[in-house]
C-alpha cells in the first residue's frame, strides 16, 4: 500500500475512500476525520514534520485535506499506536 499510495495525504485518501461509504453526512458520525504523519517524518530533516488530515467536507461533500506541520506530527507519531518505532 504504501508504493501506491505515498504520504500522510495519499493514506488518508485512500483511507477514506475504503471506510466512508457514498453519501454518507459528512457531519455524522459515520463520517471520519483522519490525521496521518508523513513518511519523513522520523528524518532528521528540517521542515520533515509534516502531517495531512482528511475528511469529506461539509460543504461540498468531496474530500478536504489539510497539511500541517511543527511539533504535533511527531508527537502524534510517537505517542504510540501508529506504528511508532
Known amino acids: 500500500m504504501a508504493r501506491d499510495f505515498i504520504g500522510g495525504a495519499g493514506f488518508g485518501i485512500k483511507y477514506l475512500f ?15 476525520l483522519i490525521f ?10 528540517l521542515s520533515a514534520s509534516r502531517m495531512a488530515v482528511t475528511g469529506k467536507s461539509p460543504l461540498t461533500g468531496a474530500v478536504g485535506i489539510a497539511l500541517s506541520g511543527g511539533e504535533f506530527p511527531a508527537e502524534m507519531k510517537f505517542a504510540g499506536g501508529m506504528g511508532s518505532s
Not at 475504503?18 to 471520519?32: C, F, I, S, Y
Not at 496521518?36 to 530533516?45: N, Q, T
Request: glycine share 12%; hydrophobic share 35%; no cysteine.
Open 36 to 45: 496521518a504523519p508523513g513518511l519523513l517524518l522520523e528524518l532528521a530533516f
Open 18 to 32: 475504503d471506510e466512508v461509504k457514498p453519501g454518507t453526512d459528512p457531519l455524522g458520525p459515520e463520517n471520519k
